[in-house]
């Protein structure tokens, strides 16, 4: 399992299912994502137990502390594409008392790592809202580089928002 100094990414149970409910169903976790509509935990016990096994094209992965194995987060690895070597990259830390700690920036490293050895991909992109200051600042770390900017495409609190799109190409990966 690909370990980090404070994660460690694992794939998902499906006993697991009520924790990304609830994180999903927290206004102050989704701020900055699409959050889609409401779904009941039965919903999403279903298609938890639904999901296609972690292959090359997708990979959803549980964050969980080192220190005492609790479950805090997801980061996802889709759309693969081999020809290219390209991934994009969504993560969230749902534990909102372990924001702040370095949770986030370590599961990212700990990702990337992941995909540029074991999936042998050359580049990682994902998208962020502008005003993401906090998300954008662990990309940063991470190494992660604007690349791109759709404007005011994404829309929360009556306001129209810009997307970026950053991006990290193998051998750029901080920490």
């Given at each position: 399992?690909?370990?980090?100094?404070?994660?460690?990414?694992?794939?998902?149970?499906?006993?697991?299912?009520?924790?990304?409910?609830?994180?999903?169903?927290?206004?102050?976790?989704?701020?900055?994502?699409?959050?889609?509509?409401?779904?009941?935990?039965?919903?999403?016990?279903?298609?938890?137990?639904?999901?296609?096994?972690?292959?090359?094209?997708?990979?959803?992965?549980a964050v969980e502390t080192?220190?005492?194995?609790?479950?805090?987060?997801?980061?996802?690895?889709?759309?693969?594409?081999?020809?290219?070597?390209?991934?994009?990259?969504?993560?969230?830390?749902?534990?909102?008392?372990?924001?702040?700690?370095?949770?986030?920036?370590?599961?990212?490293?700990?990702?990337?790592?992941?995909?540029?050895?074991?999936?042998?991909?050359?580049?990682?992109?994902?998208?962020?809202?502008?005003?993401?200051?906090?998300?954008?600042?662990?990309?940063?770390?991470?190494?992660?580089?604007?690349?791109g900017r759709q404007r005011?495409?994404?829309?929360?609190?009556?306001?129209?928002?810009?997307?970026?799109?950053?991006?990290?190409?193998e051998g750029e990966l901080?920490?």
């Open positions: 399992m690909p370990t980090g100094e404070l994660v460690r990414l694992r794939a998902f149970e499906p006993s697991e299912a009520e924790a990304l409910w609830r994180w999903n169903h927290d206004a102050e976790v989704m701020r900055w994502m699409d959050d889609g509509y409401p779904d009941s935990l039965a919903q999403v016990t279903k298609r938890m137990s639904e999901w296609k096994a972690n292959s090359y094209e997708k990979v959803v992965l080192l220190a005492d194995a609790q479950l805090i987060g997801v980061v996802v690895l889709r759309d693969v594409q081999p020809e290219t070597g390209h991934a994009e990259l969504d993560i969230y830390i749902g534990e909102k008392d372990h924001w702040g700690s370095g949770y986030a920036t370590d599961a990212m490293r700990t990702a990337c790592r992941f995909g540029f050895e074991k999936m042998r991909l050359h580049r990682i992109t994902l998208w962020v809202v502008a005003d993401n200051v906090a998300a954008r600042r662990v990309y940063e770390k991470a190494g992660f580089v604007e690349e005011e495409s994404f829309r929360r609190d009556g306001r129209w928002h810009d997307m970026v799109m950053m991006g990290l190409l901080r920490g």
